[in-house]
């Protein structure tokens, strides 16, 4: 109950293109729900997070679409550039008493921009 | 950049040895959080540290231990080390009450 499911594990896409990635979770009581980047020999760096209040969350490129009823959240990024090529991960988390939530991660969408 | 540093980048060590990783969290950042990515997955929660006490472990084995000092900076240490503990040991801080956390570098441990 406490995984999180991603897929796919890689993407290929060309640039301009749109890159879509899923995650689906069990545990209902996630309530924080994040995108991280990295890059080879990199730690994650975080992209973009939604809580399960939301359906939709835009930061420039990027968007996350949230189903709470269906449990399944997903990335898009917009234009899809060469220097996006990066490794991605889905996570979730709740507030466990007031302190950080550990992160469950999914196993990783590698993600290729052709130019 | 989050801020968070970790020493060493690079660490080659043998079966049966110990290790002591070390992060520096940012200022005001009292939780301290672990993590083991090995090579192709996604990190792994090994245990956290709020104000110098653990709070929570995930599925580890006691020879993984932790300490967080009040300066902010905290340690990772692995006591008789095994070939599967080759991986990324990843930190990351979070301030109170809430749910982002800010990963460092990294160090990439490698055990021959």
């Known amino acids: 109950q406490q995984q999180v499911k991603q897929s796919p594990q890689s993407l290929i896409v060309q640039k301009g293109g749109i890159s879509i990635i899923n995650c689906a979770y069990e545990?209902?009581?996630?309530?924080?729900f994040p995108w991280y980047q990295q890059f080879p020999g990199k730690g994650p760096a975080l992209l973009i997070a939604i809580r399960p209040d939301v359906s939709e969350k835009k930061e420039g490129r990027f968007t996350i679409s949230f189903n709470k009823s269906a449990k399944q959240f997903s990335l898009h990024i917009m234009d899809s550039q060469p220097g996006d090529s990066a490794t991605y991960f889905c996570a979730a988390s709740y507030l466990n008493a007031g302190n950080t939530g550990k992160l469950i991660f999914g196993q990783g969408t590698t993600l290729q921009v052709k130019p | 950049e989050t801020g968070v540093t970790q020493s060493p980048t690079h660490l080659i060590k043998t079966r049966g040895q110990q290790v002591t990783l070390r992060c520096s969290s940012q200022?005001?950042?009292?939780?301290v959080s672990w993590y083991q990515q090995a090579l192709g997955q996604g990190p792994q929660f090994i245990f956290q540290y709020y104000r110098e006490e653990e709070n929570g472990r995930g599925n580890f084995p006691p020879r993984f231990s932790g300490l967080q000092f009040p300066n902010y900076s905290s340690e990772l240490n692995v006591n008789a080390l095994e070939l599967d503990d080759s991986a990324l040991y990843l930190c990351?801080?979070?301030?109170?009450?809430?749910?982002?956390?800010?990963f460092g570098p990294g160090t990439r441990l490698t055990v021959l």
């Open positions: 200022s005001g950042h009292n939780t």
């Open positions: 990351a801080s979070s301030e109170d009450n809430t749910d982002t956390q800010y």
């Open positions: 545990n209902t009581a996630f309530d924080y």
